[in-house]
């Protein structure tokens, strides 16, 4: 068999995979919290599984998410966007790109927290669509990292850099 191509199926197979326990949807991989923390605790939560808060980059990832926690525990879930540094400009966590995907509950007139609720999370009772509060609040956590990141495709790249040698 050819090994370079070898090499690339390995690659490909793996690109679409996550660790253990997290869930995969379009290149992503996702993880949900079951212990409670406060925002900042939560962004290191995350970080130590080399992976940030969830971003919501698009409303087919938003959908998804959404239907996927209403099947799960009721839990309040962290999602990385904050107002915290200019009130009502909303900014993903941690990149401060401005979000172009929102989805407030609106029954509740959210977000509504002016500069006292900078924080955002989804919580059950509203769909899992999303409030702003207190970031010193408690809440569980989604993480997100990219599908590509995994240590599988990390082996794969040192096995083809070893055959280039
Ligand atoms: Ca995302
Ligand atoms: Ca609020």
Redesign the pocket.
């Known amino acids: 068999m050819d090994m370079r191509f070898g090499i690339l199926f390995l690659i490909g197979l793996v690109a679409s995979e996550c660790p253990d326990g997290w869930l995969y949807y379009q290149h992503s991989c996702y993880m949900f919290g079951h212990s409670s923390h406060t925002f900042m605790d939560a962004v290191k939560y995350c970080e130590h599984f080399n992976a940030t808060m969830l971003n919501v980059n698009t409303r087919e990832e938003q959908n998804f998410l959404k239907s996927f926690m209403s099947n799960l525990k009721e839990h309040y879930y962290w999602i990385g966007l904050t107002d915290e540094v200019i009130d009502g400009v909303w900014r993903l966590y941690p990149s401060e790109q401005p979000s172009r995907v929102f989805d407030w509950y609106a029954g509740?007139g959210?977000?509504?927290?002016g500069t006292v609720?900078n924080c955002v999370h989804a919580q059950p009772g509203y769909g899992y669509q999303w409030?702003?509060?207190s970031c010193s609040s408690t809440a569980s956590v989604v993480c997100e990292k990219d599908s590509s990141s995994n240590g599988v495709q990390v082996i794969g790249r040192d096995i083809q850099a070893k055959e280039r040698e």
Do not use: K, M
């Not at 959210?110 to 927290?113: A, D, S, W």
């Open positions: 509740a959210e977000p509504q927290g609720e409030a702003d509060v």
